[in-house]
């Protein structure tokens, strides 16, 4: 079912993240402070998305970025704003339990 959700929902896109964590990717947690304190990815970026417009200097435009949240709604919504704003390997990876 929850597999159906994300489909549905696109709360993750369809890549290898194996594959793309090997290359070096970044993982971009944007939840809060407080919610990335509680549990999260080793090694992962924690940029909420409240502030991820003024922290676009922590990121390398050429860079794999995977962007993660709890459920995959705020994850999907910093990889179409980056994407926005030129930022050419960007994926949703969704619930950051899911790259864990």
Known sequence: M?????KIF???DNVDY???LQEGAVVVDVRSKEE????????????PLDVLN????KLDKESVIITVC???IRSRSAANFLKEIGFSRVY???SWHNLR
């Open 2 to 6: 929850k597999g159906l959700f994300n």
């Open 54 to 57: 003024r922290n676009i200097a």
């Open 92 to 94: 949703n990876g969704g």
């Open 10 to 12: 696109k709360l993750q």
């Open 18 to 20: 194996q594959s793309l």
């Open 70 to 72: 709890q459920s995959g």
């Open 36 to 47: 990335y304190m509680e549990g999260h990815i080793r090694n992962s970026l924690n940029i």
